[in-house]
């Protein structure tokens, strides 16, 4: 029994130093962190809000970290082609996505099939900011504020049409969201792009459309359009005169493209949290600032558990918006 006793205690001892061995080369690689370039994948086409920002804040990081950030575009499917590429990735830190509301907000509910699992395949690791959506009306609209709506769409339910750049964009769930929240009827117009969608609403072919503040400002600086309300729970920096759904008692209607840095499932806590103070350094960079207001982003860092805790409450939110209406991504 002695004999047995000494045995079973040698076996666990001798365990327990297997997985401490095993564990060295992974824990001496979260501190020898980065040690060679991180690829991170933009996954949608350069030059575009999404992209800049990425660019801005990996050429922080760089400065950072110590080592190259390389930015790879890999656009298509409404982000889902690059989410999947970084999903699958070797969990070490050195590939990274730059996730949106659209791969880990709309996505998850708005495709039957997706490659990838928004929660299951990623650790997020920052959240950099936002650009809200604004609602606007042609200026020479008879509708002068988010009142004025409401009251002649309870007139005249589903005569009101509201444009947006493709069935289950932002755009189009923007309009939904309100909807509900207002509890009035409107009609969507969905178009193939936000510029044919603009360029109906300036002619007066429809009432309103939701577009983001970086889109919207050059008309509405032109006296083209009007604005109604930001989608956002602040004002925004651009159009401080606008008002928030909030203030006009419709405090559910936040919506925005938001971006943000996620690595695949799996990777060290050590690396998540390099790269969370990282990020969190970087936004305060002058530059890093700079290119964000010129793309009309609020800058919001959240920290990975803060950031994971959002990206759940956007699932959930669009999910419901997407069920409700029936709607399925093209």
């Known amino acids: 029994m002695a004999f047995l006793i000494r ?11 297997a997985s401490a061995l095993g564990s060295w080369p992974l824990q001496a690689a979260a501190q020898d962190y980065p040690s060679r370039p991180i690829q991170m994948v933009v996954p949608f086409a350069a030059g575009g809000a999404i992209d800049q920002m990425a660019r801005a804040v990996g050429a922080a990081l760089s400065r950072e970290v110590g080592q190259p950030v390389v930015i790879e575009n890999k656009p ?6 690059g989410a999947a590429q970084v999903a699958k990735a070797s969990p070490t830190g050195y590939t990274l996505l730059v996730g949106t509301s659209a791969t880990h907000g ?61 069935n289950g964009t932002s755009l189009h769930l923007a309009g939904e969201l309100f909807k509900q929240a207002a509890k009035v009827d409107l009609v969507h117009v969905p178009y193939r792009g936000g510029a044919p969608a603009s360029l109906d609403l300036l002619a007066g072919n429809i009432t309103m459309m939701f577009d983001t503040v970086a889109v ?15 989608a956002a729970k602040a004002r925004h920096f651009a159009l401080p005169e606008v008002p928030t759904f909030a203030e006009k008692g419709y405090p559910s209607v936040v919506s925005a493209t938001w971006a943000g840095i996620f690595a695949p499932a799996g990777t060290l806590p050590a690396v998540v949290q ?3 103070e990282a990020s969190r350094k970087a936004l305060e960079d002058p530059s890093v600032v700079e290119v964000m207001r010129k793309t009309g982003v609020q800058i919001d860092y959240k920290n990975s558990g803060d950031f994971a805790a959002y990206v759940a409450s956007e699932i959930a939110l669009w999910g419901d918006v997407i069920r409700r209406n029936n709607i399925r991504g093209e």
């Open 7 to 17: 045995h079973r205690r040698t076996a666990g001892a001798l365990a327990v130093a």
């Open 76 to 81: 298509g499917a409404g982000g889902n082609i």
């Open 106 to 166: 709309v996505n998850p509910s708005l495709y039957s099939q997706l490659s990838y699992d928004a929660v299951k395949d990623f650790v997020p690791v920052s959240h950099w900011g936002s650009v809200p959506n604004v609602l606007a009306v042609q200026s020479s609209s008879a509708i002068r504020s988010v009142e004025d709506l409401v009251a002649q769409a309870q007139r005249e339910p589903g005569k009101l049409t509201f444009g947006s750049a493709g």
């Open 216 to 230: 919207s400002l050059p008309n509405l600086r032109a006296g083209k359009t009007r604005a109604l309300a930001v």
């Open 274 to 276: 390099r790269l969370d």
